[in-house]
């Protein structure tokens, strides 16, 4: 599987904007796709991740409310809409994808697959 992020660009506090993940390859075998951000200095966090079949969805306690994972299947295209976008969401973003049934969506480990990462600034 090959996943490419992108979308990312500089706005400002309380814009919006929309990242794509775009997958290709083996495809098929996806199960979760997940959203992971990390800003300099920091350990690369959760954000979200979508169950490929679309019955699920989860999200950080940071960006509840505020972004919304969905996935185009006939596209293998999964979006992150971010509202409300604040200084500290300034990270790199990166969407990963996972061939595991069983274990924690929210980690790093869980994911078998990384795109390269888009880079997205907020401006107070």
């Known amino acids: 599987v090959q996943l490419q992020a992108f979308g990312g660009g500089l706005v400002q506090a309380g814009d919006s904007l929309r990242l794509s993940c775009a997958a290709s390859?083996?495809?098929?075998?996806?199960?979760?796709v997940g959203w992971f951000r990390q800003a300099p200095g920091k350990e690369r966090e959760f954000v979200g991740a979508i169950k490929w079949s679309g019955f699920s969805t989860y999200y950080g306690d940071s960006v509840k409310g505020r972004f919304t994972i969905s996935r185009d299947v006939a596209k293998n295209t999964v979006y992150l809409q971010m509202n409300s976008l604040k200084p500290e969401d300034t990270a790199i973003y990166y969407c990963?994808?996972?061939?595991?049934?069983?274990?924690?969506?929210?980690?790093?480990?869980?994911?078998?697959?990384w795109g390269q990462g888009t880079l997205v600034t907020v401006s107070s």
């Open positions: 990963a994808a996972s061939l595991q049934y069983s274990g924690s969506v929210y980690l790093t480990t869980y994911y078998n697959y």
């Open positions: 390859g083996r495809t098929f075998n996806t199960y979760v």
